[in-house]
């Protein structure tokens, strides 16, 4: 089992910027891939960025790259997401989710999720 906590989310100006933490329980988080999600309202969750559990592979949907890092520190059981140059469309939820084998994009195959944080930007 792993637990997962948000942290960081708020409100930031466009052009601004924000970082997401994610502390996990459980002593097998640094076999877990991580990855974050978001989800504004009255859409679907969709696929943010990645990370393998070696940290040697990272993925990002197209919308972020340049923009978003995902990294993690395994020793301290978390994942984060450094998010700069903010844009009004990246409003959200944003969710941290983790997989013991890296599936994908698609949400449904990620197995633990964590709770959600808000994060605004105002144009």
């Known amino acids: 089992q792993v637990q997962l906590v948000e942290s960081g989310g708020g409100l930031v100006q466009a052009g601004g910027s924000l970082r997401l933490s994610c502390a996990a329980s459980?002593?097998?988080?640094?076999?877990?891939?991580m990855g974050w999600f978001r989800q504004a309202p009255g859409k679907e969750r969709k696929f943010v960025a990645a990370?393998?559990?070696?940290?040697?592979?990272?993925s990002y949907v197209d919308s972020v790259k340049g923009r978003f890092t995902i990294s993690r520190d395994n020793a301290k059981n978390t994942v984060y997401l450094q998010m700069n140059s903010l844009k009004p469309e990246d409003t959200a939820v944003y969710y941290c989710?983790?997989?013991?084998?890296?599936?994908?994009?698609?949400?449904?195959?990620?197995?633990?999720w964590g709770q959600g944080t808000q994060v605004t930007v105002s144009s």
């Open positions: 459980g002593r097998t988080f640094s076999r877990y891939a």
């Open positions: 989710a983790a997989d013991r084998v890296y599936t994908g994009t698609n949400s449904g195959d990620w197995d633990y």
């Open positions: 990370i393998s559990w070696d940290i040697g592979y990272t």
